[in-house]
Structure formats: C-alpha cells, structure tokens
C-alpha cells in the first residue's frame, strides 16, 4: 500500500516537473523586445544582418540568410559599406540609403528635464 502511493506521487510530481519545462525561457535568446525590433528603430520588418565576418581586409555580411560582399544587391538594394557593427545600403539611382544595424538596441525615452529648485 504505501509502496503505490510513493509511486503515484513520484509519478505526479514528475509529470508537473516535465510540463514547466515548456514554460521556461532560453537564457541564451535575445529578450523578445529585441529579437522582433527592427534595425534602428524601423517598425517594417526588412532585411537585418544576423552576423558579419571579417577575413583579413574582407568582410562578409549574413543578411536574412544570404552572404552578401560589398557591391552585391538584395532587396533591390545595393551594398556599398560593411562596418564591423552595420551594413550601409543604397536604393537604386542613388535615392538614399539605409543603415542596417547588427546589434538591436530598444529606443529609450529620456526623462523630461527637472528644473531647478530654489
């Protein structure tokens, strides 16, 4: 008797250990704000490096999958810098560009200045 309820109750108590497993989050994830964010502050879900490699004076940037060097294209955009941090992007003719940021930072919102008290 007391043989079956030691079993029932380690059984019980393993069937819960496994289910909050499930609700655990991955220390090794970027916070959920970050990993959706888009680079510099764009709300519109685009390109984004996910890495960028240096190889002597070469360097390599990983772009929703694809390794782009500097003069190829994706997106209709065109790469003309890699830095160690951000890809520079230029649209066609020349009508701007865009700087895709490989490192997510969340915008943060300055407290108003306090006024001095007298």
């Not at 819960?16 to 994830?29: G, K, R, V, W």
């Not at 895709?100 to 919102?109: D, E, G, M």
Request: charged content about 20%; aromatic content about 4%.
């Amino acid at each position: 008797m007391f043989d079956l309820r030691c079993t029932c109750i380690v059984v019980i108590l393993l069937l819960s250990a496994t289910a909050n497993a499930e609700d655990q989050i991955d220390p090794t994830q970027p916070p959920a704000a970050l990993s959706s964010a888009s680079p510099l502050g764009a709300e519109a879900a685009g390109p984004r490096p996910t890495s960028i490699v240096t190889r002597g004076e070469e360097r390599f940037a990983v772009v929703n999958g694809t390794t782009l060097r500097v003069g190829d294209s994706i997106g209709g955009l065109r790469v003309v810098s890699i830095e160690a941090s951000a890809v520079h992007v230029e649209r066609p003719n020349g009508k701007g560009r865009e700087i895709w940021a490989l490192y997510q930072t969340p915008a943060v919102k300055q407290a108003p200045a306090k006024e001095n008290e007298e």
